[in-house]
């Protein structure tokens, strides 16, 4: 697995952008960026993946550097809640595992 | 409604008991997997199974069994072995080899 890098924590304020960054700069070409996160107690929740475009769904958008050495997860409007950790993962191309290390501890503020 | 299964939410057990752990799904996954997570910690992959009657060792299998006799089903035994096996277990199902794994509620173990 290619490893990442993510800030600890971080605030937001309720109705405004979170943008949470990635750093994943040993990734190999064909392998994928996902985004998971885990609301406290619970298990953890896909949200997004993607390769080299931006990716968006119900829940949030991807941006990937062109280089592919970044990325960040954008919650367009955060609500509390939104506050969560939330988990970069680069599986290995032919990896059956998901490896979550510490994430970002997301807090949405009123 | 589609999903994934864990019982109980909480568990207590005496220390040198073994205890089994439930997981069920009816999303028609083969592929299940058990992960442990420690306060503060990320998941850590104890065991996954690819298929019916076929189970392989994850990070951290050392203390841990289980069996996959049905698609559905994926049971884990915390046995004596475990040294420190308190924690949450999660389980999870996802189409073998795509990485958009589906989580239970999770079981919080903790043993006396």
């Known amino acids: ?110 | 409604d589609g999903g994934i299964t864990q019982s109980p939410k909480y568990l207590f057990r005496k220390e040198g008991q073994n205890v089994t752990l439930s997981c069920e799904q009816n999303l028609n996954h083969d592929a299940m997997y058990w992960y442990r997570q420690d306060p503060g910690q990320g998941l850590r992959l104890i065991y996954y199974s690819q298929i019916v009657n076929d189970f392989q060792k994850g990070d951290i299998a050392e203390g841990y069994s289980v069996s996959r006799e049905k698609k559905e089903s994926f049971p884990l035994t915390v046995t004596s072995a475990q040294k420190n096996p308190t924690a949450f277990y999660l389980c999870a199902s996802s189409i073998w080899l795509d990485n958009e794994q589906f989580f239970g509620p999770g079981t919080r173990l903790t043993v006396l």
């Open chain 1, 1 to 110: 697995d290619a490893k990442t890098t993510q800030p600890p924590s971080m605030d937001c304020a309720e109705g405004r952008a979170a943008n949470l960054p990635c750093n994943h700069s040993t990734i190999s070409g064909n392998e994928y960026v996902y985004w998971y996160r885990q609301i406290h107690s619970q298990g953890p929740q896909y949200i997004i993946h993607g390769l080299k475009n931006n990716e968006t769904n119900e829940m949030a958008s991807l941006i990937i550097t062109e280089d592919r050495k970044s990325s960040t997860l954008i919650l367009p409007h955060a609500t509390l809640r939104d506050t969560a950790v939330y988990y970069c993962i680069v599986p290995g191309s032919n990896d059956y595992k998901l490896s979550f290390g510490a994430g970002t501890t997301v807090t949405v503020r009123a």
